[in-house]
C-alpha cells in the first residue's frame, strides 16, 4: 500500500519512473573509477569499476550492460581497440559507449572515437552530472 501511494504522489507531480541502468566503468585511474560509480549508484542505477583494458570486454560479456563508460588510454588495450572489438562482437546489441579521456582530447581522437563506435567523446575533467544528462534517455 505504501508503493502504491508513492508511486500516485510521483505520477501526480509528473515524475516518470526511471529504469536503472547497468553501467561499466573503465579507467585505470581509481578516482575516477571511483567517483563514477558512486554518482551511478546514488542515481539508482548497477554499475561496476574495471581498471584494466583486458578486463573490460569479460565485464561486458557477464554484465550486459546498458552502456560503457570507456578511458581511452588503459593498461592492456585502447579504449579505441576495445569500442572496435565490442562492435563486431555484438553488432547492433553493443552496449552504449562513452569515451573519456584526458590525453586524447583533440578533434580527430573524437572522430576515430566515433568512426570505431563510441556514441559520446568526454573530455576529462567533466561533470558526472554530464554523464547522468548523456545516460538519461537510455532510462
Not at 84 to 95: A, K, S, V, W
Amino acid at each position: 500500500m505504501v508503493s502504491q501511494r508513492a508511486d500516485k504522489n510521483r505520477s501526480e507531480r509528473g515524475e516518470q519512473r526511471r529504469r536503472a541502468l547497468n553501467v561499466i566503468v573503465a579507467d585505470d585511474e581509481r578516482d575516477t573509477v571511483l567517483t563514477l560509480v558512486a554518482v551511478l549508484r546514488d542515481e539508482g542505477h548497477h554499475a561496476r569499476g574495471v581498471y584494466r583494458g583486458e578486463d573490460v570486454l569479460r565485464a561486458v560479456e557477464a554484465e550486459r550492460p546498458d552502456a560503457v563508460i570507456l578511458d581511452i588510454e588503459m593498461p592492456g588495450k585502447s579504449g579505441f581497440a576495445i569500442a572496435q572489438e565490442l562492435r563486431q562482437l555484438y553488432g547492433e546489441d553493443t552496449p552504449v559507449l562513452i569515451a573519456i579521456s584526458g590525453k586524447w582530447t583533440g578533434q580527430t581522437d573524437e572522430m576515430l572515437g566515433r568512426l570505431v563506435g563510441f556514441k559520446h567523446y568526454c573530455i576529462k575533467p567533466f561533470e558526472p552530472q554530464k554523464l547522468l544528462e548523456l545516460l538519461d534517455p537510455l532510462t
